[in-house]
């Protein structure tokens, strides 16, 4: 679903009366079925990790076994390349790259290249803002700006993700960037990267046809809520950085639809 919005915020900056259009509706579906592809995939990955510190996933729970989870993510991923088919050669190439990087992130990211491994999350989560702009016309600045401002959240919003599954990750033996550099130089690897969103976010007044609504709606969803979580990780606690992540998530998408005032 988020992938599928920030792929429909990509074509409406693009072309607004095309936001709804069928290259639209399925670039959105395409993005979705990509990004759940990397979930499964990860979930398959993961689950003699998940087994140690999250033992109610649906894996390791006995919900679900692997090989339908892998059948789940074939058939996830036929439809992602079913639908990126119509919309062009380019864009069918383009789609291919993130199933292929989101696929890849879990067997050759993740747990060896440490200082990669929320950046490879960050790239494969944003891209489809750029997808959704390339299925219905030409990828522009304002586009551009997007994309960086959401790879930027994205980015902050897994290094806190990976602060949290610390513990967990450690006893399982995962290198993970603060299984190696520790929590409190993670935290601050955080509020960097969060700062740098705040920053990019502010900047977007100077891009937006309507600087005023998008100065107010950006700040309103996007800003405040994490500059709130950047206070709240000051503390270092786990409990302070499940409430950050937890008002990260929500942020998502009103952040998306801030972000469309660029237009």
């Known amino acids: 679903m988020a992938a599928g919005a920030a792929a429909t915020l990509g074509a409406h900056l693009t072309a607004p009366q095309l936001m709804l259009s069928r290259a639209s509706v399925f670039a ?8 759940a592809v990397a979930n499964v995939v990860n979930d398959v990955a993961d689950v003699n990790v998940d087994a140690v510190s999250k033992e109610d996933r649906p894996i390791p729970a ?34 291919t790259l993130i199933l292929g990087f989101g696929i890849a992130y879990s067997y050759l990211v993740k747990g060896r290249l440490v200082t990669l491994s929320s950046v490879v999350v960050a790239f494969v989560a944003s891209s489809s803002v750029p997808f959704g ?23 902050s919003y897994d ?51 309507s600087p005023a609504t ?20 000051l503390k270092r ?18 952040g998306l639809w801030a972000l469309g005032s660029l237009r």
């Open 214 to 233: 998008y100065a107010y709606r950006i700040l309103a969803t996007a800003i405040t809520p994490v500059s709130f979580a950047i206070i709240l990780t």
């Open 62 to 95: 006995g919900r679900v076994s692997r090989s339908v989870a892998m059948w789940i993510a074939v058939v996830l991923s036929a439809a992602t390349l079913a639908l990126a088919y119509p919309l062009g050669r380019l864009n069918l190439l383009f789609a």
């Open 28 to 35: 959105a579906g395409c993005m979705a079925c990509a990004c």
């Open 159 to 209: 290094l806190l993700k990976t602060i949290i599954d610390l513990d967990g990750d450690a006893q399982a033996g995962l290198r993970t960037l603060p299984v190696t550099m520790g929590r409190e130089k993670s935290f601050l690897l955080f509020r960097v990267a969060a700062g740098a969103f705040i920053l990019a976010t502010l900047l977007g007044v100077a891009l937006s046809n």
């Open 133 to 155: 702009s390339s299925a219905v016309g030409a990828v522009d600045i304002a586009v551009s700006y997007a994309y960086f401002s959401v790879f930027l959240f994205m980015l």
């Open 237 to 254: 606690g786990y409990s302070n950085a499940r409430i950050a992540a937890k008002i990260l998530w929500v942020a998502w998408l009103p």
